[in-house]
């Protein structure tokens, strides 16, 4: 009926950031000052506004490449959560090193594949004649 130490921890830590996280939103809003009852609210001068106005192409919110690679980072960060749940420090030691492996073998893939479709890109566009 017990937690594992670990995992009480780390509960532990997330309900804390959880709690930052929520004082930080309500801290970082902006406050408006209280209205003076001797001032007419049509008098006062509009409030000016910064609006930014960015033209940048619309690209779509999934990365191809991420796509193909995701199941390698996932499978690794289960090992990686594996490794923190057990108890027996020789799976926990094999546990890491799968963990770590996959991790690093999906950072050379993606880059892998960013680099193929910077090249399909390349190699399908019109050349100017």
Same mark, same amino acid.
């Given at each position: 009926?017990? $937690?594992h130490?670990? !995992?009480?921890?780390?509960?532990?830590? /997330?309900? !804390?950031? %959880? $709690? &930052?996280?929520? =004082?930080?939103?309500?801290? /970082?809003?902006?406050?408006?000052?209280?209205?003076?009852?001797?001032?007419?609210?049509?008098?006062?001068?509009?409030?000016r506004?910064?609006?930014?106005?960015?033209? *940048?192409?619309?690209?779509?919110?999934?990365?191809?490449? $991420?796509?193909? &690679? %995701?199941?390698?980072?996932?499978?690794?960060?289960?090992?990686? %959560?594996? /490794?923190? !749940?057990? *108890?027996?420090?020789?799976?926990?030691?094999?546990l890491? /090193? &799968? =963990?770590?492996? =996959?991790?690093?073998?999906?950072?050379?893939?993606?880059?892998? *594949?960013? +680099?193929?479709?910077? %090249?399909?890109?390349?190699?399908? +566009?019109?050349?100017?004649?």
């Open positions: 009926s017990h $937690l130490p670990l !995992l009480s921890s780390s509960l532990l830590w /997330a309900a !804390l950031g %959880l $709690l &930052v996280g929520l =004082g930080a939103s309500y801290w /970082a809003r902006p406050r408006t000052a209280p209205a003076d009852p001797d001032t007419d609210p049509e008098e006062e001068p509009p409030e506004r910064v609006e930014w106005l960015v033209r *940048e192409p619309k690209r779509p919110w999934r990365d191809p490449a $991420l796509m193909r &690679v %995701l199941p390698v980072p996932l499978v690794s960060f289960t090992a990686l %959560l594996g /490794a923190a !749940l057990v *108890e027996s420090s020789d799976l926990r030691f094999t890491v /090193a &799968v =963990g770590a492996l =996959g991790l690093s073998v999906a950072l050379v893939l993606y880059k892998q *594949e960013c +680099r193929l479709q910077q %090249l399909e890109r390349r190699l399908c +566009r019109p050349r100017d004649s």
